[in-house]
């Protein structure tokens, strides 16, 4: 049936459909730039949102954790086998992505036969001369690069207004603590905006506020720091860090 | 980029990565002439201690091929992770690419794993590096002798082994040299042990650094291979600690007044 174009065309976007339905529930990971370096961070039920991918970048993922897990190791993989081939200085987001997972992802899409992934990926660097990079990507292998931070979200209308937003505010003149918390509240408000969109009306577990965030699931958060006095400068956030943003809410 | 169910491992191994992808290191030192005379360029001392913060490592920076000096700039004590250092006498080409594999073997599994490997893991990975160079290092073409040093963050401990060439481990409880110079240092080490005027695991850093020096010039004035100290030409040794901080290194300047002060016998 696929030799016609337009029965596999119907089929891609059939696959769109799927994978963005199976996406939605997926909660919001943000990445803002500080004012020394960059904050990445989100709320799930369950840990395996952020994670390290090499010195100076990390990871932030939406979707199906054993998707979001095998893309991880994709990574890794290259990331380190670059790293160990070459230099640590070689191993860029720019290239993980570009040269890498995204050939693979868009391929892995458009073979109608197999199971599509189901995510969206956040990467992060902190490069050699302290500027931060911000990278999204889709399903399909499309991506797209910000300057001031960006965020990933399951449902695209919490994403696009997220990165509206943090389009608005200067974070990179915040502090850590100013950061995450006008991020928090970001965070919040598209929860929000999230709850309006359910146009089903159908209950769910998901928190309405940030304090039932706060007390139901789990806030994971990182910093790449310019400052760290280790060459990997990824650094989850501290407990104390974490503590300061939870009593700035209530 | 689908593996089978019956494929699956827990991961995190990049000996298993570094497999995957065509390297083979045993392959190399396969190719060595077992029964070569060895003119291969060898680093000459390092030693490693406890003291009160952590463990101090020191080495000198030499490079030698029989009696030719190939080298005096060398940086034989390398950082593994954040909390560990290898020091390195014996045959650098292999010393290095072992530090490499460690480096990268060790942040490869806390990144996958998302936790750091264990101490026991890391030694036992050292371990398997070393005998992997087993045939090699019997022919005495690529002998290694290292000192790997590092702080468990889990337990609080610092901790010294010492390695022999075919790959056993040996905790130090007090202090560890090893290459050329290695004989003398252990002397001058036993003596500050236990006449000095604290065990050395009792001394502060400073003190520390300074014995580190002291001994340091011992093996240069001692040693055959070493002969004459580089302190005119203002090469100083590599100084390096490893605390709950992680590794830090001496920087040149305070390398320059800790020279001074091991010099006035303070």
């Given amino acids: 049936m696929f030799e016609e174009p337009y029965r596999w065309m119907e089929a891609v976007s059939t696959r769109h459909n799927y994978v963005q339905e199976k996406l939605k529930m997926g909660q919001p990971v943000l990445a803002v730039p500080y004012n020394e370096g960059l904050l990445i961070f989100g709320f799930a039920p369950q840990p395996g949102k952020i994670y390290e991918i090499y010195d100076r970048i990390a990871l932030g993922g939406v979707g199906h954790p054993a998707d979001v897990e095998r893309l991880r190791m994709n990574l890794l993989d290259m990331a380190h086998l670059e790293g160990f081939n070459r230099s640590a200085e070689d191993v860029t987001s720019t290239r993980l992505l570009q040269f890498g997972i995204a050939p693979a992802l868009k391929q892995n899409f458009e073979e109608i036969q197999r199971a599509p992934y189901i995510v969206r990926l956040l990467l992060v660097e902190l490069n050699a001369q302290g500027k931060p990079n911000f990278f999204r990507m889709n399903y399909d292998g499309h991506w797209e690069t910000f300057k001031n931070g960006t965020a990933i979200a399951g449902d695209e209308k919490v994403m696009d207004w997220l990165q509206r937003e943090i389009q608005k505010q200067p974070f990179a003149t915040y502090s850590l603590d100013q950061a995450l918390q006008e991020a928090s509240k970001l965070w919040n408000e598209s929860r929000k905006l999230d709850s309006d969109n359910d146009e089903d009306g159908k209950e769910n577990d998901v928190p309405e506020t940030i304090q039932e965030a706060f007390d139901q699931w789990y806030l994971e958060g990182a910093v790449l720091a310019e400052k760290s006095l280790s060459k990997a400068i990824y650094r989850p956030l501290s407990e104390d860090e974490i503590n300061r943003l939870k009593s700035s809410t209530i | ?266």
């Fill in chain 2, 1 to 266: 980029m689908m593996g089978n169910i019956e494929d699956t491992k827990a991961g995190g191994d990049f000996f298993d990565l570094l497999d995957r992808s065509g390297y083979d290191l045993q392959d190399f030192l396969d190719k060595l002439p077992v029964n070569g005379k060895s003119t291969v360029p060898q680093g000459t001392t390092v030693l490693a201690f406890h003291y009160e913060d952590g463990v101090i490592v020191a080495g000198d920076r030499r490079i030698m091929a029989g009696s030719n000096m190939m080298f005096e700039r060398c940086e034989k004590i390398i950082p593994i992770d954040h909390y560990s250092l290898m020091a390195v006498a014996g045959v650098p080409a292999i010393a290095f690419e072992i530090s490499r594999i460690l480096s990268q073997y060790f942040e490869y599994y806390r990144r996958t794993q998302v936790r750091p490997m264990s101490l026991e893991g890391k030694i036992r990975t050292f371990s398997k590096l070393l005998k992997e160079n087993l045939t090699a290092s019997t022919s005495g073409l690529t002998r290694v002798s290292p000192i790997f040093s590092t702080y468990d963050v889990e337990t609080g401990k610092p901790s010294i082994y010492y390695y022999d060439m075919l790959g056993a481990e040996f905790q130090v409880l007090s202090f560890t040299a090893t290459g050329a110079g290695a004989g003398h240092i252990r002397d001058v080490l036993e003596r500050e042990n236990q006449w000095g005027p604290k065990p050395l695991a009792q001394r502060c850093e400073k003190d520390a650094a300074i014995i580190a020096m002291k001994l340091l010039h011992v093996a240069a004035q001692l040693d055959n291979e070493e002969k004459k100290s580089l302190a005119d030409v203002q090469i100083y040794p590599i100084l390096a600690s490893v605390t709950e901080n992680g590794y830090k290194f001496w920087s040149e300047d305070q390398l320059t007044r800790l020279e001074a002060m091991s010099r006035e016998g303070n």
